[in-house]
């Protein structure tokens, strides 16, 4: 019997919405998502209620019109004002305070095209992924880092993993043995981490269902994390301080033209740093790493001791790293550390 076309229906018809939305959480591309929302009115409806999303940001907005897209504003700009005092950072760490450039600049508005705005169609998100199209460092020549913080309120913890590749030695590193460079590479990885961490105040603010939020870009270089005992204290600390001025609850910068997130951060409190390192690093696959450094950074105020410190550290399955670089990680922690200290910045 041949069917009419009133008797023909889509199969996706027979499906209940938990089912649908289901497949939409597995799908989580928002491109994509927002793509099925002009299907039909059923899928207009349920998209919104979407709770496992993943946002890939194709390039970064300006906030003003700039002509130096390659910019990466408060990093080079830090890095500039501190590099001819690196020592005097390592014994005595500086407070340094930034401003804005103009209240003008203050005042201008974040882009429509923010990962804010984008996820303000979502209703219901739980498990947020945000991929940037690239990483926030720009180091020297065959310098490498890997970095992973995560937060609450402020900074809980940071491990970074740098090293340099391209049979590039000790001595190329600078005088005291490249400590300037492992600290410059420290530094780079904490301010990076602050900006991401500042991106996404407000869609932690906005949405109250999210649990684990996961910034981290597409060359792998850093990641910042949230889970839902971050995401709590955040908001807390949010609400505590809804009109205080702004730099009291720990937000810097401004809004002051190049790449809008990186133009801001929240601050880096005191910490910690514990340092270990390794000329050269051979791993089992054949692959070498020149200056390998691992650097776990902890705020003073939580650090509880030295002694619980180094336990804690020992029971992080590679700290939070996998492959050959977990592989780094677990042959570094057993080499001999030191500790520095610095001022919150």
């Not at 949010?238 to 401004?254: A, F, H, P, T, Y």
Request: aromatic share 6%; glycine share 8%.
């Amino acid at each position: 019997m041949e069917l009419s076309p009133e008797n023909i229906s889509d199969d996706f018809d027979r499906l209940p919405d938990p089912i649908i939305l289901t497949i939409f959480n597995y799908i989580s591309d928002i491109k994509t998502l927002i793509r099925c929302r002009s299907v039909c009115r059923r899928f207009n409806s349920l998209v919104p209620h979407s709770d496992s999303l993943l946002l890939r940001v194709d390039r970064v907005i300006s906030a003003a019109d700039s002509d130096d897209d390659g910019d990466t504003s408060s990093v080079i700009g830090f890095f500039k004002s501190i590099v001819k005092s690196i020592q005097n950072l390592i014994s005595s760490p500086p407070r340094h305070q930034f401003h804005s450039q103009s209240e003008q600049s203050q005042s201008q508005p974040q882009s429509q095209y923010s990962p804010a705005m984008i996820l303000r169609t979502f209703e219901r998100i739980k498990q947020l992924e945000i991929e940037l199209p690239n990483g926030d460092l720009r180091l020297e020549k065959r310098a490498a880092i890997k970095w992973r913080a995560e937060y609450g309120k402020t900074l809980k913890r940071c491990v970074i993993l740098g090293f340099r590749c391209g049979g590039v030695g000790e001595a190329d590193l600078g005088g005291g043995g490249g400590l300037k460079t492992r600290v410059v590479w420290t530094i780079s990885a904490l301010i990076a981490a602050s900006a991401r961490h500042y991106m996404v105040k407000d869609i932690v603010t906005e949405h109250e269902s999210l649990l684990k939020l996961i910034v981290r870009d597409r060359e792998d270089e850093g990641t910042v994390i949230m889970n839902e005992l971050g995401i709590n204290e955040f908001r807390e600390d949010v609400g505590d301080n809804v009109g205080d001025e702004e730099g009291q609850d720990g937000n810097l910068g401004s809004n002051s033209g190049g790449v809008w997130w990186r133009s801001n951060r929240t601050r880096v409190p005191a910490v910690w740093m514990r340092m270990r390192h390794e000329a050269k690093l051979e791993l089992s696959n054949g692959v070498t790493m020149e200056g390998a450094t691992l650097v776990v950074v902890r705020p003073t105020a939580s650090a509880g001791g030295m002694v619980e410190e180094a336990e804690d550290e020992c029971n992080w399955d590679g700290l939070g790293f996998d492959g050959v670089y977990g592989e780094a990680v677990q042959k570094l922690i057993n080499r001999r550390s030191y500790l520095l200290e610095m001022n919150s910045f």
